[in-house]
């Protein structure tokens, strides 16, 4: 570097002095290439000082005074002193580039150098490179890939408050989608943080709340023993109407049991969880911020799915089934043979209540690879899960449904083919006994709950 800064002062210094006899220069002018010849550089930036105070327009003047504040490492001021030269002619515009690229580009390939060696064992090498991405940036601060890499060396060293401000920096820079890809993936990953202290934070108080949510009408008085526990009264009816009035004083509920279902559920007064949500809308700021950026990043570049898969992560625990449901459409489109880009888009469609789209999309699924026991399974899943719609609706009507056998027909297949394909997953066994049983094959049915039960036991 300094080597190719000595070149180039005597070129200045030669060609100003040969030219001298036939120009007027100030005094301090003279003296400041008189000085540069000598390497006398902090008498020639004292002298040059003193010449852009008087003469501001001396465009001559602030590019040498850039150039020597190139040897002292003031990049600072390098670059002051090179953009007021800018401003007044572009005589030394490309001389001016080709000192900044030259100090950028050193301090970059070092910091890369640096980040190669980094790991957790040797975490130095993050701040070494971090100081030499930094002072790349210095150098020429208007370029994002100093940024990009400034945003690689705070992310590795776990540091990503920093690394989302380098990562946005590349972006409004440059446009650099690689950055705001990053980006977004670190404000995902803190969503998950966040949620996952929020559950922690709250368990108990959760797992009541779903429990108490899995009571509605139409479910069985054995399944609210197993969901909420034995209620604190029951209150009887006549024996022959088989009536029963449970009262849960914890949640101020009271269920109407008929027909051993229950046939209402009331609350006497309106029930808190007493939940922080704190963390949980600190994840939701997040997984908003994560859907923003990957969704420029879709715009950018919209065949990558691998970008695709993060962003259905962001709308899926931002509530956003529908925007999901449409980044996957286009993923589709992008690569159709793609099993597993099938497959998620029928998740999500099962998500949002639409079986029709989900079975077509996993039956895709299934043709691309038979084999495919994800797909399989959810497949008849999907089946069995129309045909308990069904069933659900019908009883809160309080009418007998047959529909729902046809859909348990359609399921019987697939399911006994995932049973095949994952012989050790006992909920696999536990939903084809349940399909047997409702079909009224009580032999099968009991078969396949033994079977899911000795998995559980490890036989």
């Known amino acids: ?41 902090d008498a ?10 008087k003469n501001p327009g001396n465009e001559e003047a602030w590019y040498l005074l850039g150039g020597l504040r190139v040897e002292k490492g003031d990049y600072a001021a390098m670059n002051f002193a090179f953009n007021k030269a800018l401003k007044l002619s572009d005589k030394h515009a490309r001389e001016i580039q080709g000192f900044r690229y030259n100090q950028w580009g050193a301090h970059l390939n070092n910091g890369v150098s640096l980040l190669d060696r980094a790991s957790s064992d040797s975490s130095e090498y993050y701040e070494k490179a971090i100081a030499e991405f930094s002072r790349a940036i210095e150098a020429w601060p208007d370029t994002a890939l100093s940024y990009r890499y400034l945003g690689y060396a705070y992310n590795n060293k776990g540091d990503y408050d920093n690394a989302l401000k380098a990562f946005e920096e590349a972006w409004k820079k440059g446009k650099d989608v690689e950055s705001l890809r990053r980006a977004g993936r670190i404000y995902l990953q803190r969503g998950y943080d966040h949620k996952s202290k929020f559950e922690g934070d709250n368990a108990g108080k959760l797992r009541g709340l779903k429990n108490l949510d899995d009571v509605k009408k139409g479910t069985n008085k054995n399944d ?9 009264n029951v209150k009887k009816g006549t024996r022959a109407s088989r009536r029963e ?16 279902k229950v046939a209402q559920k009331t609350f006497t007064s309106p029930y808190s969880a007493s939940i922080d949500s704190t963390e ?8 908003d911020r994560a859907t923003k950026a990957l969704e420029e990043v879709k715009v950018a570049e919209p065949s990558d799915n691998e970008n695709l898969t993060f962003l259905l992560r962001a709308y899926v625990e931002s509530g956003k089934i529908k925007e999901a449901i449409t980044t996957y459409q286009q993923a589709v489109k992008n690569d159709p043979k793609n099993k597993n880009i099938r497959y998620l888009l029928g998740v999500l469609y099962r998500t949002d209540g639409d079986y ?39 009883d809160e009507k309080g009418q007998e449904a047959e529909e729902y056998k046809s859909k348990f027909n359609e399921s019987l297949p697939y ?11 006992p909920q696999v066994w536990e939903t084809l006994g349940t399909i047997y049983a409702r079909l009224g094959n009580k032999d099968k049915a009991m078969r396949a709950f033994e079977q899911a039960d000795k998995i559980r036991k490890g036989n």
């Not at 609210?224 to 034995?230: I, M, P």
């Not at 989900?358 to 399989?376: G, L, N, R, T, W």
């Open 44 to 53: 020639a930036i004292k002298n040059l000082e003193t010449e852009v105070e």
């Open 356 to 394: 029709t789209n989900a079975i077509a999309q996993f039956k895709e699924a299934v043709q691309i690879d038979p084999e495919y026991s994800d797909a399989i399974f959810d497949l008849g899943a999907t089946y069995y899960n129309w045909g308990v719609d069904i069933i659900k609706e019908a």
């Open 280 to 287: 949980h809308r600190l994840a939701l700021i997040e997984f």
């Open 1 to 41: 570097m300094k080597h190719n800064f000595k070149f180039w002062f005597s070129l200045v210094v030669l060609s100003s002095l040969m030219f001298q006899a036939y120009q007027c220069g100030s005094t301090e002018m003279t003296s400041a290439k008189l000085y540069i010849s000598q390497k006398n550089y």
């Open 415 to 425: 399911m006994e083919k995932a049973a095949q394909l994952r012989k050790d997953d």
């Open 224 to 232: 609210v023993l197993k969901s909420l526990g034995a209620p604190d």
């Open 245 to 260: 009035e449970w009262t849960y004083n914890t949640y101020s509920l009271k269920l109407v049991i008929e027909a051993d």
